[in-house]
């Protein structure tokens, strides 16, 4: 795996939470993709980026660009490339490809545009999701120029993977009578709350252990923003939950099943483990059908939360999770055997889990010591049944 450095990492994490706040408040989501695509194509150092969009036909269509225009000053925007060019195969195998001089390569080479043949180095990532591939996302740079580096081409293939997600929310927010039926509306906050939120979430963990590691080595300048940065991707991702619940309650006629609490909570668990460096003991037990949608929400955000805090200020060596749903009573603990909560930590992550119990008509407790380490127990009622 490609690991980004400090400088590109902050650029990617502000780009992202441009984008996501975009989304959120957007009218237009033409302006999305063109955010997005200018995001990419300066992440990746490209001098010409496009977002193409595939055709019941295979072949795609241009309908956003950012950078260099053609000869001539012709627009890409509306150029509509081959089913068998390189940026089509991408679209519909959802495998990226990146060469030196795609003019030359055997496997793009042959269909070219004219429009765009003054370039050489190339790279195509799809956009959209495995059930949904939506086109591909492609940036060039001029001919003779050094060719795109893993970590560009990474940096490319995570906000592909994105645009597709921006372009479904912005769907479901400017044009919501032309949605058929509320569970298109779940399936895309489902794919916000478990694949979107999950990335930022990771991604601002990552930053804030880099930041404390290298706090003696960095300018102060330099730490306050990456500090900022965090708290805006915190923010961020407050806004995205909020859009999550206004989708699903965008119909409250309609009713479908919320997705398996146990299995989200596997996936935070997961998440927390790569950060921890070692898998979280994890103990499930009780029938995760009888949680509600708006329950899991506030269970899977106050889990993520104290998972956070052990990440970021434990320092502990093991962890155990226990999320239960027996006696008419959702419960989810935390425990972790490190050097407790220190004095000098915010406790707003501690109110958060406080506030979503109060929400759901629970409670959370959290006992800490230097010699016990911390034990967060949250839980809340579940109607009978």
Same mark, same amino acid.
């Given at each position: 795996?490609?690991?980004?450095?400090?400088?590109?990492?902050? %650029?990617?994490?502000? +780009?992202? @939470?441009?984008? $996501?706040?975009?989304? #959120?408040? &957007?009218?237009?989501?033409? =302006?999305? !993709?063109?955010?997005?695509?200018?995001?990419?194509?300066?992440?990746?150092?490209?001098?010409?980026?496009?977002?193409?969009?595939?055709?019941?036909?295979?072949?795609?269509?241009?309908?956003?660009?950012?950078?260099?225009?053609?000869?001539?000053?012709?627009?890409?925007?509306?150029?509509?490339?081959?089913?068998?060019?390189?940026?089509?195969?991408?679209?519909?195998?959802?495998?990226?490809?990146?060469?030196?001089?795609?003019?030359?390569?055997?496997?793009?080479?042959?269909?070219?545009?004219?429009?765009?043949?003054?370039?050489?180095?190339?790279?195509?990532?799809?956009?959209?999701?495995?059930?949904?591939?939506?086109?591909?996302?492609?940036?060039?740079?001029? %001919?003779?120029?050094? +060719?795109? @580096?893993?970590? $560009?081409?990474?940096? #490319?293939? &995570?906000?592909?993977?994105? =645009?597709? !997600?921006?372009?479904?929310?912005?769907?479901?927010?400017?044009?919501?009578?032309?949605?058929?039926?509320?569970?298109?509306?779940?399936?895309?906050?489902?794919?916000?709350?478990?694949?979107?939120?999950?990335?930022?979430?990771?991604?601002?963990?990552?930053?804030?252990?880099?930041?404390?590691?290298?706090?003696?080595?960095?300018?102060?300048?330099?730490?306050?923003?990456?500090?900022?940065?965090?708290?805006?991707?915190?923010?961020?991702?407050?806004?995205?939950?909020?859009?999550?619940?206004?989708?699903?309650?965008?119909?409250?006629?309609?009713?479908?099943?919320?997705?398996?609490?146990?299995?989200?909570?596997?996936?935070?668990?997961?998440?927390?483990?790569?950060?921890?460096?070692?898998?979280?003991?994890?103990?499930?037990?009780?029938?995760?059908?009888?949680?509600?949608?708006?329950?899991?929400?506030?269970?899977?955000?106050?889990?993520?939360?104290?998972?956070?805090?052990?990440?970021?200020?434990?320092?502990?060596?093991?962890?155990?999770?226990?999320?239960?749903?027996?006696?008419?009573?959702?419960?989810?603990?935390?425990?972790?055997?490190?050097?407790?909560?220190?004095?000098?930590?915010?406790?707003?992550?501690?109110?958060?889990?406080?506030?979503?119990?109060?929400?759901?008509?629970?409670?959370?407790?959290?006992?800490?010591?230097?010699?016990?380490?911390?034990?967060?127990?949250?839980?809340?009622?579940?109607?009978?049944?």
């Amino acid at each position: 795996m490609v690991t980004m450095d400090l400088h590109l990492a902050t %650029r990617t994490l502000q +780009a992202s @939470t441009e984008i $996501a706040r975009a989304a #959120l408040s &957007a009218d237009d989501p033409d =302006a999305v !993709l063109r955010l997005v695509v200018r995001s990419a194509a300066e992440l990746a150092g490209a001098d010409l980026g496009l977002v193409m969009a595939r055709g019941e036909d295979g072949r795609v269509t241009v309908e956003a660009a950012h950078g260099d225009r053609p000869p001539g000053d012709e627009n890409p925007v509306g150029l509509v490339l081959s089913a068998r060019s390189s940026a089509a195969r991408v679209a519909r195998s959802g495998v990226p490809i990146v060469v030196d001089d795609f003019t030359t390569d055997p496997r793009t080479a042959p269909f070219v545009p004219r429009a765009l043949r003054q370039y050489g180095p190339f790279a195509a990532a799809p956009f959209g999701t495995a059930e949904r591939r939506l086109g591909a996302l492609t940036v060039y740079r001029r %001919r003779g120029t050094p +060719a795109f @580096t893993p970590a $560009a081409v990474e940096v #490319l293939t &995570a906000f592909a993977a994105q =645009a597709g !997600l921006v372009v479904m929310l912005a769907e479901g927010s400017t044009a919501r009578q032309r949605i058929a039926i509320y569970e298109e509306r779940e399936r895309i906050a489902r794919d916000l709350h478990d694949v979107i939120v999950q990335r930022l979430y990771a991604a601002g963990v990552q930053l804030d252990l880099l930041g404390r590691k290298l706090s003696r080595r960095l300018a102060r300048r330099d730490a306050a923003r990456l500090a900022e940065a965090v708290d805006q991707l915190d923010e961020t991702i407050a806004e995205v939950r909020a859009t999550v619940g206004a989708l699903r309650s965008a119909d409250p006629t309609e009713t479908t099943p919320p997705a398996n609490l146990f299995d989200s909570v596997r996936a935070e668990v997961g998440i927390a483990g790569e950060l921890l460096g070692f898998p979280p003991a994890l103990v499930t037990a009780g029938d995760p059908d009888r949680v509600t949608v708006a329950t899991a929400d506030h269970a899977r955000a106050a889990l993520r939360e104290a998972l956070a805090n052990v990440v970021r200020h434990s320092g502990a060596a093991a962890v155990q999770v226990r999320v239960s749903c027996d006696h008419n009573r959702l419960e989810l603990s935390v425990h972790d055997n490190g050097c407790g909560i220190p004095r000098d930590v915010t406790r707003r992550g501690l109110r958060n889990l406080s506030d979503r119990a109060t929400a759901a008509g629970g409670s959370c407790e959290v006992t800490s010591s230097a010699a016990n380490g911390t034990t967060v127990t949250w839980q809340v009622p579940l109607a009978a049944t």
